[in-house]
């Protein structure tokens, strides 16, 4: 299955380099809270999501092209498991974005993005093992809101991300969550 999506991105991004090419880059950071869903919520609390990474546009359509990574924290529920264990999760993608409407005004933009998440399970202390740490294929897809500027735009973003995970212990499992972040991107990077 990596193989197939590694392959795929390949060739994604051998279709899209001369419109890269002539496109202008920018960066984005942001930052916000993660609510489990799912299995995942069964015993993780709220946390926190930090990310960023690069975009171009493709053009003056309003779809752009976007690699990111990001890093967050979930702590465990004390009820169900030890309160010092934690989930951290981190990973990376591509994806791309629409930028509905007139794109020098104020407005709405939408994201999907398809990369790996790894769930790694940390005991607070205790040594972990590999078998507590699980790469899976992610997904994800959400809405945002954008306040373009010259060189600095800020933004606020709903996605819904999941990832499937098969590991020796439990078998296949998923670590699905609601990002809400904030954040910034700067144009002109590069030029």
């Not at 590999?130 to 373009?148: K, L, Q, R, T």
Request: charged share 15%; proline share 4%; hydrophobic share 35%.
């Amino acid at each position: 299955m990596r193989r197939l999506t590694i392959a795929a991105v390949i060739l994604f991004l051998a279709g899209a380099l001369p419109s890269i090419a002539e496109a202008q880059m920018g960066l984005f950071l942001g930052g916000g809270m993660t609510i489990p869903q799912g299995d995942y919520a069964e015993y993780a609390k709220t946390g926190y999501i930090l990310g960023g990474g690069f975009n171009v546009m493709l053009g003056e359509s309003g779809t752009g092209m976007f690699a990111e990574g990001f890093y967050g924290s979930n702590g465990h529920d004390p009820h169900t498991v030890d309160p010092d264990e934690k989930t951290n999760i981190y990973g990376g993608y591509l994806g791309l974005s629409y930028r509905v409407g007139d794109q020098t005004a104020p407005g709405l933009f939408l994201t999907g993005k398809l990369g790996f998440l790894n769930h790694a399970f940390d005991t607070g202390g205790a040594s972990v093992t590999d078998d507590d740490s699980n790469w899976g294929f992610s997904y994800g897809f959400g809405a945002g809101f954008i306040y373009p500027g010259d060189t600095v735009s800020p933004w606020i973003l709903g996605q819904y991300v999941g990832a499937s995970m098969d590991n020796d212990v439990e078998g296949e499992s998923s670590t699905n969550f609601f990002p809400i972040t904030v954040g910034i991107s700067i144009k002109g990077i590069g030029d």
